[in-house]
């Protein structure tokens, strides 16, 4: 199967939206998700959707602000980010695994090459 492919990175001011999007072909009945990772910290989950199972996940500092999706038809991956902060900077990374026990503890093994996030102030 294919490497996930991101896209939809950008610079953006405070308070501005950014849609990121991921070529998930061949993985449309994973589990997907968005983790993300700054300069000097720790990867972090950011959401995750298995459809298959009614699962969707979001880390508190995103909920109410970004929505994850995914569109069968184009073999798409959707992360929609609004009243983005600072704080988001970061390179963003499409992921996915098949196990639903992996997805739900977020241990995801295949991995894209990321899309980056810059939010000034």
């Known amino acids: 199967q294919v490497q996930p492919v991101e896209s939809g990175g950008g610079s953006v001011q405070a308070g501005e939206s950014l849609r990121l999007s991921c070529e998930v072909s061949g993985y449309n009945t994973y589990c997907l998700g968005w983790f993300r990772q700054a300069p000097g910290k720790e990867r972090e989950a950011v959401a995750r959707i298995y459809q298959r199972i009614g699962y969707t996940y979001y880390a508190d500092s995103v909920r109410g602000r970004f929505t994850i999706s995914q569109d069968n038809a184009k073999n798409t991956l959707y992360l929609q980010m609004n009243s983005l902060k600072p704080e988001d900077t970061a390179m963003y990374y499409c992921?996915?695994?098949?196990?639903?026990?992996?997805?739900?503890?977020?241990?995801?093994?295949?991995w894209g090459q990321g899309t980056q996030v810059t939010v000034s102030s």
């Open positions: 992921a996915t695994v098949q196990s639903a026990d992996n997805c739900l503890r977020g241990n995801f093994d295949s």
